[in-house]
């Protein structure tokens, strides 16, 4: 089924799974003098403006013999102190319990032939297995699975650690693939040329080393490859900065170079634009500019590269019977002179659009400012459309005949996701969940509009008496900033509950209703609240929502996040003394400006895989690939933007910070752990407490098995425990 993720969207959608994954104490009368409590002024002591005034740039060595005693020190300090708890123990288990329970729902990818491939790990299959069955048997109750990769015994029989990152198959009957193999959990993978009748590799069959090269099929014998296999083909992210056409034989070196980009890019990439019967219809190059800018090209059979009309900021989404569906993130005129907004969804009849690119487009959807489409999917002959209103979701089914639509008949009032689709029929799979309503799977036909229940997630924790409340928090440009609480709702409003706030505030990536067991035994059943921040920066409301905290304007998300605690505080639904921060990735930055700048509104702070260092961003491995959304700290004026909020420069003596969990892995080649690293060096150079603790694998998700994930959260809760319900400010 042809599908378009760019990195953009790809990185989005990892980050909102991560965040489903991963999961204050002043009195009202107090809150006023909070308020105007903001310890947000410029750095002034010069602490690592340049590079020569940072005495932590050692701690940016991945792997050295200096960096891996500091590493080890402070592992056994943060293990000792977490893992002797009495509690660490019985939240490990109960972490593990869940994440291995067999009764989860296992995902669904269609496939041709009636069947459907799985990824699954669990107590035997720590690594996981690639397994199928067919939709009969998906849909009964006791489903019969054959395996067709055991990613346990490849890395026994390899002596390697191998994690599964995916598969690309040659359409359209998938008998060939492309597996992705990673080492530890990084983003940069091997590829290897697999055959899923004969369930091995293929002798003598493709094969690349490892890199963050990007490999797609044109047919059985041609691979279109995005190549970043050498410094001199990477962009300064560290992404693919030419594009091959590589024949069965030839090596990389000897594939000719169709397309070259420039260093500056962010990557270049490409693919093969198919129909639902795995026709290649065009091949198309996009110079991806910055994170969320590109040009795109058409690669045609002579050869030559010719230029696309498409919005910079979007692009193509899908092709549907004939209609070549696209979106754009910017306010855009078309060729025909026709206007379309931000966030708008339209289509072209393809091959008219394809001989001439001046025709007209029909408009599909035109989002208000509080809905916004979160994911797009076709099958056969449908459109299928994730449409949110004030962070509610509801699915919708579009006819490309007159793009007239129906509402398929789910629950309300709930998160919404659509899963795999079918290329031969118009069948698809979409998910149902809530902070307090178990995932449901419905298999549902949009030719028909019927959707019925294949699967449904048991209760993982003990929801009674617990409710889900949306309020909304007044940030301090009087934006108005919703925001979920999940709690007991006989929880005294007396400022005495342990809260745990979540966010993540960043690269468009939307915090939906989910439901999460870990969340929910963890931390919930005990006694906790579970806040989640809906701020600018993110895709609840579309692309505006995100633009409006992109650069110079990011310091908006992080006050969107100090107002959602304010208001906690103001509420009495928490106090300082019992408030907690959460967050990873961008969502770590998020964090470390809320200790820098708002220290007394909070008693704990989770710091996961974070950005830290604003002002070296840029230099650390895909770093530079976020120039679009922060800015570049290599001009003086957006390197000022950034200065005004970089944790790192900002980390203070006097600042009344609570011990903060900061927590990294050796092997995240996308946030450098040197962020980790340098943030913890900081903050105990200056007097503060601070446990820190480093995965030697696990990559960006900080867990490469089950297990790792497991031991993530105990630690988490732990120090939750700790910090929120033992009411102990000194801990």
Not at 369 to 386: D, W
Not at 717 to 731: F, V
Request: hydrophobic letters at 35%.
């Amino acid at each position: 089924m042809f599908r378009i993720l760019s990195r953009a969207a790809a990185y989005r959608t990892a980050a909102a799974t991560a965040a489903l994954l991963l999961g204050a104490g002043l009195p009202a009368a107090a809150s006023a003098q909070a308020a105007s409590t903001n310890i947000s002024a410029a750095p002034t002591s010069g602490f690592a403006m340049t590079d020569a005034t940072d005495p932590y740039l050692w701690l940016e060595d991945i792997d050295s013999p200096r960096v891996n005693e500091w590493v080890a020190e402070h592992n056994a300090k943060s293990l000792g102190t977490l893992q002797s708890d009495p509690r660490y123990e019985g939240l490990y288990n109960q972490a593990l319990n869940i994440l291995q329970s067999r009764d989860r729902i296992p995902s669904a990818g269609l496939t041709r032939g009636g069947k459907i491939d799985n990824f699954w790990q669990d107590a035997e299959h720590v690594r996981g297995i690639w397994r199928r069955t067919t939709i009969e048997s998906y849909n009964s109750e006791n489903p019969v699975w054959e395996t067709i990769l055991d990613i346990d015994a490849l890395s026994a029989a390899e002596g390697a650690n191998w994690v599964y990152k995916g598969s690309t198959c040659l359409p359209p009957e998938g008998r060939y693939c492309l597996i992705s193999l990673s080492d530890g959990g990084k983003d940069a993978t091997v590829e290897r040329e697999f055959d899923t009748v004969e369930r091995k590799f293929v002798e003598g069959g493709f094969s690349f080393p490892e890199s963050k090269s990007g490999i797609s099929w044109i047919d059985r014998d041609t691979l279109l490859v995005s190549d970043a296999f050498t410094d001199a083909n990477q962009t300064t992210s560290g992404y693919s900065r030419v594009v091959r056409v590589l024949k069965r034989g030839q090596t990389v070196e000897q594939a000719p170079i169709v397309y070259e980009g420039q260093r500056d890019d962010m990557s270049i990439s490409a693919y093969v634009l198919r129909d639902a019967d795995g026709n290649a219809k065009a091949t198309f190059i996009n110079r991806a500019t910055d994170f969320y800018s590109r040009e795109t090209f058409e690669l045609k059979a002579d050869g030559s590269v010719v230029p696309v009309p498409l919005p910079a900021k979007g692009g193509i989404t899908a092709l549907v019977a004939g209609k070549l569906v696209v979106s754009t993130d910017e306010d855009w005129t078309a060729p025909s002179g026709q206007s379309f907004k931000t966030g708008d969804v339209f289509a072209y009849d393809f091959e008219a659009w394809k001989a001439d690119k001046s025709v007209q487009a029909q408009l599909i959807i035109s989002p208000n400012e509080r809905e916004a489409v979160e994911s797009i999917r076709a099958t056969r002959n449908k459109l299928v459309v994730a449409l949110y209103e004030n962070v509610r979701g509801s699915v919708y089914v579009y006819d490309p005949a007159d793009w007239s639509r129906t509402r398929l008949d789910l629950p309300q009032n709930v998160t919404v996701g659509i899963g795999s689709t079918s290329d031969e029929d118009d069948r698809f799979f979409t998910s149902v969940s809530g902070y307090l309503t178990p995932s449901t799977l419905y298999f549902a036909d949009a030719a028909t509009g019927q959707a019925a229940v294949s699967k449904s997630l048991p209760a993982k924790f003990d929801a009674t008496g617990m409710i889900v409340e949306q309020h909304q928090a007044t940030s301090k440009d009087g934006t108005l900033i919703p925001y979920f609480v999940v709690r007991k709702e006989d929880a005294p409003l007396d400022g005495s509950n342990p809260t745990l706030l979540y966010g993540y505030g960043g690269f468009q990536s939307s915090l939906l209703p989910s439901y999460s067991g870990t969340i929910g035994k963890l931390w919930l059943e005990r006694g906790g609240i579970y806040v989640i921040a809906n701020t600018r920066g993110g895709g609840e409301f579309g692309p505006r929502w995100h633009q409006a905290a992109l650069q110079q304007n990011r310091q908006r998300a992080h006050e969107d996040f100090q107002a959602v605690a304010q208001d906690l505080i103001t509420r009495q639904i928490t106090s300082q003394p019992h408030l907690g921060i959460m967050g990873g990735s961008q969502g770590g930055l998020f964090m470390g400006a809320m200790l820098t700048q708002r220290p007394d509104l909070i008693n704990a702070a989770i710091i996961q895989v974070p950005l830290f260092d604003m002002l070296r961003f840029h230099k650390l491995l895909a770093g530079a690939s976020w120039r679009g959304e922060y800015g570049d700290p290599d001009i003086a004026e957006q390197r000022a933007w950034i200065a005004e909020y970089s944790p790192y420069q900002r980390l203070s003596a006097d600042a009344p910070y609570p011990e903060v969990f900061i927590h990294t892995s050796t092997k995240d080649d996308r946030v450098h752990p040197g962020h980790a690293r340098k943030a913890a060096a900081r903050l105990e150079e200056l007097g503060h407490e601070v446990l820190f603790y480093e995965n030697t694998d696990g990559g960006h998700a900080a867990g490469a098995n089950l297990r790792e994930t497991a031991r993530r959260q105990a630690l988490e809760y732990t120090y939750l425990t700790r910090r929120l319900m033992d009411n102990a400010q000194d801990k």
